[in-house]
């Protein structure tokens, strides 16, 4: 498969971050990246579609994503995407 090649600046703040999750990880930064591209793609994929045996518009309340203990309790909230 073809790969598609970008460049991109980033501040020293998220040079900083990519720096220390490909350090504590032993990978690189580009597997960073690519790794949080998905998590992103999945929680988005999660949060907008109609759950199963939804329909558009039905006023169900869709996935949210959160932090929670051992026992299940939410513990934080992640901001929506």
């Known amino acids: 498969m073809a790969k598609a090649r970008f460049t ?20 690189t930064k580009t597997e960073v990246l690519r790794r949080a591209l998905a998590l992103y793609e999945y929680v988005h994929q999660e949060t907008q579609a109609p759950r199963s045996g939804e329909h558009e518009g039905a006023g169900e309340e869709r996935l949210r994503l959160g932090l929670v203990d051992k026992k299940g309790v939410l513990k934080k909230e992640i901001v929506p995407l």
Do not use: V
Not at 10 to 17: G, P
């Open 8 to 27: 991109a600046s980033f501040s020293d703040l998220i040079n900083d971050m990519l720096t220390k999750l490909s350090d504590d990880q032993k990978i």
